[in-house]
């Protein structure tokens, strides 16, 4: 089994950009994951994130999780939970307009640090998918301009902590899915894994590294590149040691965007691949994918194809 692809940032801007380049294209087109590091934000920054995430989940979250344990009667499971997932989670949301400062519990500091970590990823992100841009051929500031709509494209964070678990057979961290949106950047724990993904037919694990960043590709992009570039299912186990920590920031496109595969990828198609992928407004995949999130991807695709024929 070939390794999980670990790309480091800092060999574009030398003789290795060409080989650098490949590797970023290869992983878009067989793993739909892959890790960066040397990506220009401070590794001290990136501490300091984890910390007050840690801290936060502690002082604010933890004893809640338990109570919903209890309340669910999750803790001596006995048959497999199909329904749920084993996650405390709150979302922050970033763009078009921010929400970091209603969300209750935080303290200053980490309020001020997760704005901070926002403008870092969005410059990451946009970053990356001008490096998408130039391997599919498109002209650089293409796939923002697609995620535009008429506001910008929509940005958020979820951050998770999965707690240990003492039935790990029983229910998943989180279930198994495609990510419905744009490009993925996740600060996960340095320590504690558990992210996997499915690749021909088989779940690899995702490895933890500190200071990295896990990049995934989400439905929008295999539409727009035509399904050169793949979104990937991908769950998180349960352990039983240790708390893992999960930062996942979604850049998506804006919810009046008009998805659809690019024509400069298009033309170069064999005939029967040139019509696979319906053009769509992004919020109406979203609301199709709330019902669907835990299903496979192509029946959404069909459904979103059937609806513009219509």
Partial sequence: MATFPVINLEKLNGPERSRTMDKINDACENWGFFQVLNHGIPHDFLDTVERLTKEHYKKCMEQRFKELVASKALEGLQAEVTDMD?????????LPQSNVTEI???TDEYRNVMKEFAVKLEN???????????????????????????KGPTFGTKVSNYPPCPTPDKIKGLRAHTDAGGIILLFQ??????????????????????????????????????GRYRSVEHRVMTQTQGSRMSIASFYNPGSD???????AVVENE??????????????????????????????????????ATA
């Fill in 189 to 226: 724990d340095p320590i504690v894994g558990g992210l996997q993904i499915l690749k021909n037919g088989e779940w690899v694990d995702v490895p933890p590294m500190r200071h990295s960043f896990v990049i995934n590709l989400g439905d929008q992009l295999e539409v727009i590149s035509n």
């Fill in 104 to 106: 209750p519990d935080l």
């Fill in 270 to 307: 064999a005939e029967e691949k040139k019509e696979w992928y319906p053009k769509f407004v992004f919020e109406d995949y979203m609301k199709l994918y709330a019902g669907m999130k835990f299903q496979a991807k192509e029946p959404r695709f069909e459904a979103m194809k059937a609806t």
């Fill in 124 to 150: 990451l992100a946009e970053e990356l998918l001008d490096l998408l841009c130039e391997n599919l051929g498109l002209e650089k500031g293409y796939l923002k301009k697609a995620f535009n709509g008429s």
């Fill in 86 to 94: 084993w996650e405390s989670t709150f979302f922050i949301r970033h």
């Fill in 257 to 263: 965007a008009i998805i659809y595969p690019a024509p």
